[in-house]
């Protein structure tokens, strides 16, 4: 039984940093695509980043170059560090592991970005 877990999220002031955890108990961690996803109020949920099993990222436009996603294979996690933050931001933030029978997903941890 896979087990996801977010952490890290909390209240922000715009131009301020975040780091987002997610651990994964369950399975075998290092062959699976991971990524990072977000839902605003009233909009659909998006893609924000993913990495994969060999370390190779990929990054919705509206966040590239203010964050980072990471992985450490020996501690079942993926991080996402989120600098710059602008109030469009604000979502709950999904970690989820992608497999070909369409993945497991965590229960978000909120990202508010106000002043």
């Known amino acids: 039984q896979v087990q996801i877990v977010e952490s890290g999220g909390g209240l922000v002031q715009p131009g301020g940093s975040l780091r987002l955890s997610c651990v994964v108990s369950?399975?075998?961690?290092?062959?699976?695509?991971m990524g990072w996803y977000r839902q605003a109020p009233g909009k659909q949920r998006e893609l924000v980043a993913s990495?994969?099993?060999?370390?190779?990222?990929n990054y919705a436009d509206s966040v590239k170059g203010r964050f980072t996603i990471s992985r450490d294979n020996a501690k079942n996690a993926v991080y996402l560090q989120m600098n710059s933050l602008k109030p469009e931001d604000t979502a709950v933030y999904y970690c989820k592991q992608d497999r070909s029978t369409g993945g497991y997903w965590g229960k978000g941890t909120l990202v508010t970005v106000s002043s």
């Open positions: 369950g399975g075998i961690f290092s062959i699976y695509t």
């Open positions: 990495i994969s099993v060999v370390g190779s990222t």
